[in-house]
Nanobody, 120 residues
Framework: QVQLVESGGGLVQAGGSLRLSCTAS????????MGWFRQPPGKEREFVAA????????LYADSVKGRFTISRDGVQNTVYLQMNSLKPEDTAVYYC?????????????WGQGTQVTVSS
């Protein structure tokens, strides 16, 4: 079983920065793809960014390209989402997800979410 625990959310002013962390436990993650998703108030969950644990290739939603950076630490089994130049529209609950197949399906493993609020 895979457990994902997010942290690092909070309240920040527009233009500020936050770094989210997702610590994974339960299995070796070498073949996994790890992702970040978000759910704004009253809207559906949407993809933010993903990284392949092996090789480190990344993928971003157009709305966050150039502002957000996803990375991973193999020693700590942690995935990070560095969020810069935050905008009020980035306000959402942010979720970490894991896909054991190495693709971008993200159907099985999710964290509990962490709230990010960006004030104008």
């Amino acid at each position: 079983q895979v457990q994902l625990v997010e942290s690092g959310g909070g309240l920040v002013q527009a233009g500020g920065s936050l770094r989210l962390s997702c610590t994974a436990s339960g299995r070796p993650f070498r073949s996994y793809t790890m992702g970040w998703f978000r759910q704004p108030p009253g809207k559906e969950r949407e993809f933010v960014a993903a990284i392949r644990w092996s090789g480190g290739s990344t993928l971003y939603a157009d709305s966050v390209k150039g502002r957000f950076t996803i990375s991973r630490d193999g020693v700590q089994n942690t995935v990070y989402l560095q969020m810069n130049s935050l905008k009020p529209e980035d306000t959402a609950v942010y979720y970490c997800a894991a896909d054991p197949s190495g693709s971008y399906s993200f159907t099985d493993y999710w964290g509990q979410g962490t709230q990010v609020t960006v004030s104008s």
